[in-house]
């Protein structure tokens, strides 16, 4: 072990296990790394359309249709 220590009393646990949890290994980066390793995506459109086989074809209205003068 580290340091030499193979004993950790109740009272030291929680304050190491604090800091090593939840400040050295939750982070930003650490949870994209996780998203991308399993194939998830947060909401990022690009990263959605870009996965799709169908063209994205913008469609335009139709024009009114003229309506007889009386």
Known sequence: ???????????????????????KSITP??????FKATGLVPFD??????ELDVPIIASTPSPEPELPAN
Do not use: C, Q
Request: proline content about 3%; glycine content about 2%; cysteine-free.
């Open 1 to 23: 072990m580290r340091n030499h220590i193979t004993h950790v009393s109740k009272e030291d646990f929680l304050p190491a296990f604090f800091e090593a949890y939840y400040t």
């Open 29 to 34: 980066e650490n949870a994209r790394a996780g």
């Open 45 to 50: 459109l690009k990263a959605v359309l870009s």
